[in-house]
């Protein structure tokens, strides 16, 4: 995959660790300039100085992604400072959703519309930013990040469940009305990866569970999302549009879909 990116421009929207941080780190080794944007700025700046080390190219944009104006900024900020966006990859979640994204009866409307627009309304404005200043340089790739929960029809996380389920519609739907203007746009659906924020939030038993229920044997790892994401976004894939890959190892035994 070396200098497979050469001069194109990619933004991380959640950059700053796990998978986001294995992309970023990827895509600057294949030659890509990379916007890394966080929340957590030190996060961010510490991957930013690792490409640096490795001679490799970018810059930090600190946002928040329940800040839909704060999600707007990351783009307009990657369009000025380079003139084009060859790549979006939304990839933030919103982990303080965790302890109150439960079941129905026992959730409230305001936790589900937080789950929407962290996942489904954050990763649109991007996109929406962003595929105007696309289409100007010729076309781009678009990547989203879903889950298997997506397709569970879980008994918790409801809002999260119904946000994943939008931010592949969302995906499927940028592929349909501007694939005939050079924009691909695809979904990566995540089994259980063992990010800083999973450990911290599933519970051992939850892990064990998965992992048992996994058709490959194991849980993946931040380094797992890598290869799916540098294919999609390569010239490589440029006939790839309008699909939803699951990242998982397989299936887990008991989620259909
Ligand atoms: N880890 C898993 O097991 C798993 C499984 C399925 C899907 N996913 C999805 O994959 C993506 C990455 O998950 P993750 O486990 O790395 O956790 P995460 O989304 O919390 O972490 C990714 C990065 O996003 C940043 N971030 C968090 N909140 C933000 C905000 N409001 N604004 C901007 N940046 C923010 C974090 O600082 C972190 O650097 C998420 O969309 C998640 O829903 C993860």
New binding site residues.
Partial sequence: MANTLEGKVIIV?????????ACSLAYAAAGASVVI????AP??ESVREEIARQGGSASVFE????DLDSVRSLVRFAASTHGRIDGLHN?????TLHARDLDLLNSDVSTWEDAFR??FS?YAVAAQEAIPVMIESGGGSIIN?????AISGDSIKLG?QVS?RAAELLTLHIAHAYGRRGIRSNAL??????????KAH?DQAFLDDACERSWSGRL?E?QDAVGAALFLMSDAASFINGQIIEVAGGKMSGIQG
């Fill in positions: 929207a959640g950059g700053g660790n796990g998978s986001g941080r944007g966080d929340i957590n996060a961010a946002y928040d992604g329940s990839i933030a979640g919103n982990p962290s996942h954050a990040t879903s889950s298997g929960m999260y994943k659906r995540y089994g259980v990866i063992l990010t800083a924020n999973a599933l993946g931040p």
